[in-house]
């Protein structure tokens, strides 16, 4: 027999047979309510986790990871010609996480096209410097990016806006823009675009509100209007743009400011983080009801051993080693199924693209229907984090499990349990 003697005890109890079955039987659901517990919370949050990063993905391929905009209201011909925009592409351009900067202009339009008109964010674009910044070359199934040339009053579509319109390439549209003349009256300004080209990304905020033109185009609709200029940043990382805000952005030049993805963004990713949390309470209650049952189990076999215990005692084993056996066989089962949960989840997570199209054919239904969900498989990243965080709380509710029942076993009193043995 090894030492110490509650380890040797407690492990023993834990492999004996014991002769009332639905001990048994608890003792094994505890420990299977904690695998699966472990397990549904690791791949709901790997999915999760994916899902977000395909959002993200898809979010960026037209929108920059950081944008340079003018950070005052003010709007002249020569105000916005004055603004520090040389000396924010130096900064930029001399940052080593800088991997592409480019000007752009964006303002509000409406399309029209007898009889439908949509709202759209009209930016104007630099064909040679955008694939420098965002993925609109590879995105485009109709057309060519290149083919947006000055004064030729081109328009590239996203696939949601035309089908909309119902324009295809060679079609006109007339875009409205709002404005006000000197005295502050209305003045909206019209120009009639060709449709040279349609792109899509897979995401509804860009196929559904954004047209690209030529930036000489689109310069022309704004009146010089400050707000409207600015730059394109792309990042070798895209989660490094919250710190290259906090570092750069006091040195861009007079009257500019940066403003990275998390800022334009924060209202998606909040509302995943929120969806996260809310699930990793609701699937831990699996591991609560699993912890209980490790407690009714313990309780029970507390019970089944009050003999065992009192000749432990007698034996003189004290109160604090009959805690430590009940613990020790609490913390075997409760750890045992967090490791199976572990390894069963991150199995799971890992192999998910390949069991789902096995379900899928086998009961014959689509998870994801190509015609309602623009991502037709399901993502899983699994972020060790995640992992060792779900694991950590797993076992220490198990371990919690365990200290009522041990604290039960160790105040038997040994002459009251052997008094009618």
Do not use: C
């Not at 109890?13 to 919370?41: M, N």
């Not at 390439?169 to 019209?190: E, I, K, M, Q, Y």
């Not at 309780?299 to 003189?316: C, E, H, N, Q, Y």
């Amino acid at each position: 027999m090894f030492q110490p003697l509650s380890l040797f005890v407690g492990l023993r109890y834990v492999r004996s047979r014991t002769r009332k079955f639905f001990v048994s039987f608890i003792t094994w659901a505890s420990l299977a309510g904690v695998a699966v517990g472990v397990a549904a919370l690791i791949v709901v949050l790997s999915v999760m986790n994916g899902f977000e990063g395909e959002l993200r993905d898809r979010l960026l391929a037209l929108s920059s990871h950081a944008r340079v905009v003018a950070s005052v209201e003010e709007k002249a011909s020569a105000e916005a010609r004055d603004y520090g925009w040389q000396q924010a592409l130096a900064v930029l351009r001399a940052d080593a996480r800088v991997q592409g900067v480019a000007p752009y202009v964006e303002i509000q339009a409406l399309a029209l096209r007898t009889p439908e008109m949509l709202p759209v964010q009209l930016r104007g674009i630099d064909p040679a410097l955008e694939p420098d910044v965002s993925a609109a070359a590879s995105a485009m199934v109709e057309g060519r990016l290149e083919d947006l040339r000055p004064g030729e009053d081109r328009v590239i579509l996203g696939s949601v806006v035309a089908r909309l319109l119902g324009v295809v390439g060679g079609d006109r549209v007339t875009l409205l823009v709002p404005g006000l003349d000197p005295s502050g009256a209305p003045a909206p300004r019209l120009r009639e675009l060709t449709v040279s080209g349609i792109f899509e990304v897979g995401l509804h905020d860009h196929d559904g509100t954004l047209a690209l033109a030529h930036i000489d185009d689109v310069r022309e609709l704004t009146a010089d209007d400050a707000r409207a200029f600015g730059l394109h940043v792309k990042l070798n990382d895209p989660l490094a743009a919250p710190a290259l805000n906090r570092e750069l952005g006091s040195r861009l030049g007079r009257g500019l400011g940066l403003r990275d993805w998390t800022q334009d963004h924060a209202n998606y990713f909040r509302a995943i983080r929120i969806e996260k949390t809310m699930m990793t309470i609701i699937l831990m209650l699996i591991v609560g009801v699993a912890a209980f049952n490790i407690v009714a189990m313990l309780v029970m076999v507390v019970t089944d051993k009050r003999t065992d215990i009192a000749i432990l005692r007698t034996f003189g084993a004290t109160p604090r080693s009959v805690l430590e056996i009940f613990l020790t066989q609490g913390l075997v089962i409760g750890w045992a199924g967090v490791v199976l949960g572990v390894l069963l989840g991150v199995l799971v997570a890992t192999h998910v693209g390949s069991i789902v199209p096995v379900l899928e054919s086998t009961f014959g239904f689509r998870i994801m229907d190509p015609s309602v969900y623009y991502v037709t498989q399901i993502p899983a990243e699994v972020r060790i984090e995640n992992v060792l965080l779900i694991a950590v709380l797993a076992l220490v509710i198990t371990a919690a499990a365990t200290v009522y029942p041990a604290l039960r076993a160790s105040r038997v009193a040994p002459a009251e349990a052997l008094r009618y043995e």
